[in-house]
């Protein structure tokens, strides 16, 4: 695949001080190559430094490879997904309804964002870099917020008792999701029976029927 590039004149060698200036605009000129293109594949270190107007070596001052410079860029979602799950259960009282909006944040998320969600959650591990592994997701503060509700609805008896403890029924409901997500991400042409917000609402309730008592 062809990379895009995006041409710029030469901008001046940053003076002292400057440089995190300078690695900001790197990680925003990369975020809007990868949105525009739609694949980490077409955006080449290259069109970043054309994008923001140095060389490429000025790039591998502030970060080692490409594949650095895009889960820079992933980082960025991370916190957007995080903000975006607080605001879809602030003021939810019912635990379950706490969780179904997240769910459905959650699979929102991965349709908007196809390609940061793609590398987030789809790249294989020995693609992705060390601090962007498995401990990476685990301090998510969205992890931690989903496991915050679930242990509500299983402190509210809501969760069927042979379901397990809170952390193996997040995990489930993690991989539900992600599941579904992928699948829109990387199948978005799929011929969904009917309308697809419908698929995913019934999809939606069909999980947390399985899950709870009632």
């Excluded at 390609?115 to 997701?137: A, G, H, I």
Aim: proline share 6%.
């Amino acid at each position: 695949m062809t990379s895009v590039d995006a041409g710029a004149g030469r901008r001046p060698r940053a003076r002292k001080g400057e440089g995190r200036q300078l690695r900001d605009e790197i990680v925003a000129a990369t975020e809007r190559l990868l949105l525009a293109t739609g694949s980490s594949e077409a955006v080449s270190i290259r069109a970043v430094a054309n994008a923001v107007g140095v060389t490429p070596p000025s790039i591998y001052r502030h970060f080692p490879d490409k594949t650095a410079l895009i889960f820079e860029v992933v980082d960025r979602h991370f916190a957007e997904l995080e903000a975006r799950l607080d605001a879809a259960i602030a003021g939810l009282d019912d635990p379950v309804a706490a969780l179904a909006a997240a769910g459905r944040t959650y699979i929102e998320f991965g349709i908007e964002n196809p390609e940061p969600y793609r590398v987030m959650f789809l790249t294989r591990s020995d693609e992705t870099p060390d601090e962007y592994k498995y401990e990476r997701l685990a301090e998510l503060t969205c992890f931690g917020t989903v496991l915050g509700i679930v242990q509500d609805c299983i402190d509210a008896g809501r969760v069927r008792p042979d379901a397990g403890d809170a952390v193996t029924v997040t995990i489930g409901v993690w991989a539900r999701v992600h599941g579904l997500t992928s699948l829109l991400v990387t199948k978005p042409d799929f011929p969904w029976p009917g309308e697809r917000d419908q698929f995913i609402a019934h999809y939606m309730d069909s999980c947390l029927r399985g899950l709870l008592v009632d």
